[in-house]
Antibody, heavy 121, light 108 residues
Framework: QVQLVESGGGVVHPERSLRLSCEAS????????MHWVRQAPGKGPEWLAV????????YYADSVKGRFTISRDNSKNTLYLQMNSLRVEDTAMYYC??????????????WGQGTLVTVSS | EIVMTQSPATLSVSPGERATLSCRAS??????LAWYQQKPGRAPRLLIY???TRATGVPARFSGSGSRTEFTLTISSLQSEDIAVYYC??????????FGGGTKVEIK
């Protein structure tokens, strides 16, 4: 069973930075694309970014492009999300998720428990 | 960007009765659609992909149908443990991958 454990969330002022981590276990991490998905309180999930299994390909949602950077270290089975220039509207629970490629794109067949990011002055 | 719209926002169903949830895409996504269940304080869980294929371990009372722009998730006989918010997600045209706003299923 997929295990993903996020960390690094917290309370941060607007315009500051934060780095999230996601440690993976119980599957071969280097074989899978990985995603970050966030969920604001009372809202549906919002996909943020994907990184290919080898780290060579990355795609972002427009809402975070240029501010957030996804990366991975396959030797450490760890996924990262560097978040810069944080805004109040970035306040959300942040999940890492394993991507399952089906037909033309990804669904998410494993999720972490999430780490809460609160951006507030 | 493909916009996913779910209805109703809240669905009240008696135990043992059928629950029918709808999801509409702003343009065709063929059958490249997934459904998730999210219980309070928990991460979403994949239920259905390919519009109708149940994920591993998902009970047979959950079924998905539809294609192109109209999709349905059916819970054939609602159990108390099915109380949750259900989301659809398209993966036909991306980025971005997009989710609906959710349907909350509650016990009547």
């Amino acid at each position: 069973q997929v295990q993903l454990v996020e960390s690094g969330g917290g309370v941060v002022h607007p315009e500051r930075s934060l780095r999230l981590s996601c440690e993976a276990s119980r599957f071969i991490f280097s074989n899978f694309a990985m995603h970050w998905v966030r969920q604001a309180p009372g809202k549906g999930p919002e996909w943020l970014a994907v990184i290919s299994y080898d780290g060579n390909d990355k795609y972002y949602a427009d809402s975070v492009k240029g501010r957030f950077t996804i990366s991975r270290d396959n030797s450490k089975n760890t996924l990262y999300l560097q978040m810069n220039s944080l805004r109040v509207e970035d306040t959300a629970m942040y999940y890492c998720a394993r991507g399952s490629f089906v037909s033309t794109g990804y669904n998410f067949d494993g999720w972490g428990q999430g780490t809460l990011v609160t951006v507030s002055s | 960007e493909i916009v996913m719209t779910q209805s109703p926002a809240t669905l009240s169903v008696s135990p043992g009765e059928r629950a029918t949830l709808s999801c509409r895409a702003s343009q065709s996504v063929h059958i490249n659609l997934a459904w998730y269940q999210q219980k309070p304080g928990r991460a979403p869980r994949l239920l259905i992909y390919g519009a109708s294929t149940r994920a591993t371990g998902v009970p047979a009372r959950f079924s998905g149908s539809g294609s192109r722009t109209e999709f349905t998730l059916t819970i054939s006989s609602l159990q108390s443990e099915d109380i949750a918010v259900y989301y659809c997600q398209q993966y036909n045209n991306w980025p971005p991958l997009t989710f609906g706003g959710g349907t909350k299923v509650e016990i009547k």
